[in-house]
């Protein structure tokens, strides 16, 4: 497993929706809120709260017109990880899905 911790200020941006074909992640917020989109569902999140993205699934964190309002902390749990090397490739990769 893969863990990730991360930070949105006031203002920063999101990535777009996007998917992992080959892996789960879980958002977990540890202060803050947070919006995410999995599929058509739409979720916010407080601090203790998570969701689980299956594979392929395609998802995102929300803001409020595309940036967020509030500082927040977050960790992803990504899993498997036993493919790190191209795992990282889509992360550096990340383009957001055509409408």
Aim: charged fraction near 20%; glycine fraction near 12%; include cysteine.
């Amino acid at each position: 497993m893969l863990q990730l911790n991360w930070s949105l200020e006031p203002d920063g941006f999101l990535p777009g929706a996007h998917t992992h074909p080959h892996q789960q992640e879980c958002f977990e917020v540890l202060s803050g809120t947070l919006g995410v989109r999995v599929g058509r569902r739409k979720y916010k999140l407080g601090a203790g709260e998570a969701v689980v993205v299956p594979p392929g699934a395609v998802h995102g964190r929300r803001g409020y017109r595309g940036r967020y309002p509030e500082y927040s902390a977050q960790q992803s749990l990504i899993h498997p990880t036993t493919d790190l090397f191209n795992f990282g490739q889509e992360l550096s990769d990340l383009q957001p899905l055509s409408s």
